[in-house]
C-alpha cells in the first residue's frame, strides 16, 4: 500500500473543499451582516483515537486495522468547519428602515414559509400592506411573536422611530401633537446559549433547532439596535486572497506528488518486479 498516494489523494480532496468556503467568502465580501467561515484542517488519527475501542469490526482483526491505520491516520482532511461571528464595520445609510445590530451574539427574528429564522441583516423595508419586512419579503417580527403571533405593521402620516433597545416608537405627522411619541412595538433581537447550533441556510439566514428554542433569550435591554446604519461582512479580502493562492498551491505539489506515485514509483516497482519473475 502506498501511503503516499492516500495522502496526496485527501490532501487535494481537503483543499479543494477549503476552497469552496474560501470562494464562498469572497462571494459575500459586500452582503450585509454576512460572517466568514473557516475550516479546520487535521487528519484521520483523530477519528482513529476516537473509535479504537470498537475495533476489530466485521471480517477485519485487530491486526489488520492497525496495518491499515498506519497508512491511512496521516491523511489531511477537514476535522471542523466553523463560522467567524467577530462583528463587521458599521455603515451610516440614514434611511430609517435600515438597522445594524452593535455586538456579537444578536440576531433578528423572521418569518419564513419555513419557519422562524435569523439574521444580522437589517435592510428592512415596508410591502404594500404597510408590514416590516426583510428584502425577501419575509416579515420582520417582534418579541411576543412567540407567544402571541403578530406582525409589525405601519399605517400612513406616521414617523417611525427605534431605541437602541429595538422598542419601535411612532410620532405622528398629521396633528399638533407631532412631538409625542408613543410605544408601537418592538423588534426582537434573539441571542442564544449555544451559537454553534445556528447554521446558515441561505438569503443570508440562520435556522436554531426548534428543541433549543429554551436557550434563546430575547435582549430587551440590549442597547445593541443602530437605526440608519448597516452592518458590513466581517471579510478580509486581502485575507481570503492570502488563503485562496495558499490553497492553490498546495493543490499543485499535491498533484506533483500524486503524479510522481502514479507515473514513477509505480513504473519502478512493476519493472523490478518483471525482472525478478
Not at 465580501?29 to 475550516?39: E, H, Q, S
Not at 435592510?123 to 406582525?151: C, H, M, W
Not at 452592518?231 to 505539489?253: D, F, H, P
Amino acid at each position: 500500500m502506498q501511503g503516499g498516494y492516500y495522502s496526496s489523494v485527501g490532501g487535494i480532496a481537503t483543499q479543494i473543499n477549503r476552497l469552496d468556503v474560501i470562494a464562498n467568502n469572497i462571494a459575500n465580501a459586500n452582503t450585509t451582516g454576512f460572517k466568514r467561515d473557516d475550516v479546520v484542517i487535521g487528519d484521520f488519527l483523530r477519528l482513529y483515537e476516537q473509535h479504537k475501542d470498537f475495533l476489530p469490526i466485521k471480517e477485519q482483526t485487530k491486526d489488520a486495522a492497525k496495518f491499515y491505520n498506519r497508512s491511512l491516520n496521516r491523511v489531511p482532511q477537514i476535522v471542523e468547519e466553523f463560522t467567524d461571528r467577530a462583528l463587521g464595520g458599521m455603515m451610516m445609510t440614514e434611511n430609517t428602515l435600515d438597522f445594524a445590530l452593535g455586538r456579537e451574539n444578536a440576531y433578528f427574528m423572521v418569518e419564513t414559509p419555513s419557519g422562524i429564522r435569523f439574521t444580522r441583516d437589517g435592510s428592512f423595508t415596508l410591502n404594500e400592506e404597510g408590514r416590516l419586512v426583510t428584502k425577501e419579503g419575509f416579515p420582520v417580527l417582534p418579541r411576543e411573536y412567540i407567544d402571541a403571533p403578530q406582525y409589525i405593521d405601519f399605517i400612513n402620516g406616521f414617523q417611525m422611530e427605534v431605541d437602541t433597545n429595538g422598542n419601535i416608537f411612532t410620532r405622528s405627522l398629521n396633528n399638533e401633537e407631532i412631538n409625542e411619541t408613543l410605544l408601537f412595538s418592538n423588534l426582537a433581537v434573539a441571542s442564544f446559549e449555544n451559537p454553534k447550533y445556528l447554521k446558515k441556510v441561505g438569503d443570508n439566514l440562520y435556522q436554531y433547532p426548534e428543541e433549543r428554542y429554551n436557550e434563546m433569550e430575547f435582549l430587551g435591554q440590549s442597547g445593541a439596535v443602530r437605526q440608519g446604519f448597516l452592518e458590513k461582512s466581517n471579510i478580509n479580502v486581502i485575507y481570503e486572497m492570502t488563503g485562496l493562492i495558499e490553497t492553490n498551491r498546495l493543490v499543485e505539489a499535491y498533484s506533483k506528488v500524486l503524479k510522481t506515485h502514479m507515473d514513477e514509483l509505480n513504473t519502478e516497482a512493476i519493472t523490478k518486479l518483471a525482472t525478478k519473475a
